[in-house]
């Protein structure tokens, strides 16, 4: 008798800690007929984020998951996982088939400048400090020029920082400084 009531209240604890899962997904066609018959599909991780954040303040504790279609998905902020989050699951659809980026596509006309440089104008809220071209990683404008035996980051100079250097820069609140000490 008392093992019977022993499988009756462990068997009564699993149903009770089954906690109901609600699934919000993350593609960036939404009108992929794939999720045609889902509550809840957003065309951004940024989106199905506030859209977690909203669904937690009206008081839903359940546990979430947020399953990312197969490709890219491109983030322009931080995504910021807090403890008000609650029990969540970012999800990829597919092994190395979906793949978050902090980036973004560079709409740029390049005009050669020398043999060796490439310029393009770009808008003032374009800002980043690496740029890659098919893949593989540029080296950008920089003092003392990039040099591949040079040690620490390819190349130093004691003038690097100088008062006398920093006063020469354009806009000199935009600089991106190394240092070692």
């Not at 793949?99 to 104008?121: C, H, M, P, R, T």
């Not at 591949?148 to 935009?174: C, F, L, N």
Request: aromatic share 8%; charged share 25%; proline share 3%.
């Amino acid at each position: 008798m008392k093992k019977v009531l022993l499988n009756i209240l462990v068997a009564l604890l699993l149903i009770g800690c089954n906690a109901k899962v609600s699934d919000i997904y993350v593609t960036s066609d939404t009108s992929n007929s794939d999720y045609g018959d889902k509550e809840l599909v957003f065309g951004s991780i940024e989106e199905a984020f506030q859209a977690l954040a909203d669904y937690r303040k009206e008081g839903r504790k359940n546990n979430i998951n947020i399953h990312l279609a197969k490709g890219e998905h491109r983030i322009s902020t931080p995504i910021r996982v807090k403890p008000e989050l609650g029990p969540l699951k970012l999800l990829g659809e597919g092994s190395s088939q979906t793949v978050v980026k902090g980036s973004f596509v560079l709409q740029a006309k390049w005009e050669k400048y020398n043999d060796n440089i490439l310029v393009a104008q770009l808008p003032e809220d374009h800002n980043f400090d690496q740029l890659f071209v098919n893949g593989e990683q540029q080296i950008l404008a920089r003092y003392p020029n990039y040099d591949e035996d040079g040690g620490h980051w390819q190349g130093h100079a004691a003038d690097a920082i100088s008062a006398e250097r920093v006063k020469t820069w354009a806009k000199p609140e935009g600089a991106i400084v190394h240092a070692m000490h």
